[in-house]
């Protein structure tokens, strides 16, 4: 089991940075991939960020350039840099965990469904 708690979402203008935070808890793997999701209002779930147990990351073409994901393995926690938010960028965020399968990369675009464990959400607003 592998407990998930987002922090640091909240509201900002257009062009502004927020630095969302998810402390992890609970067993603990080798073999792992840390994912940032978000879902706005009417809309799937889709991946933001993805990142292994060794720091290789992995975006989405609308994160990249904008979005930094980072793993601090000693205090178990994932964080996403976001810098340059639009209003697209609005939604609820979500960090999730999944066991890695032998070599198979950690992708931005690996499905919802593939993740085994998730927080809560933090909300991201952005106004023009």
């Known amino acids: 089991q592998v407990q998930l708690v987002e922090s640091g979402g909240g509201s900002v203008q257009s062009g502004g940075s927020l630095r969302l935070s998810c402390a992890a808890s609970g067993d603990t793997y080798s073999r792992y991939c840390m994912g940032w999701f978000r879902q706005a209002p009417g809309k799937e779930r889709e991946g933001v960020a993805a990142i292994d147990m060794d720091g290789t990351t992995s975006y989405a073409d609308s994160a990249k350039g904008r979005f930094t994901i980072s793993l601090d393995n000693a205090k178990k926690t994932l964080y996403l840099q976001m810098i340059s938010l639009n209003p697209e960028d609005t939604g609820m965020y979500y960090c999730?965990?999944?066991?890695?399968?032998?070599?198979?990369?950690?992708?931005?675009?690996?499905?919802?469904?593939?993740?085994?464990?998730w927080g809560q959400g933090t909300q991201v607003t952005v106004s023009s």
């Open positions: 999730a965990f999944k066991l890695r399968w032998r070599s198979t990369p950690c992708s931005a675009t690996d499905r919802a469904s593939a993740y085994a464990y």
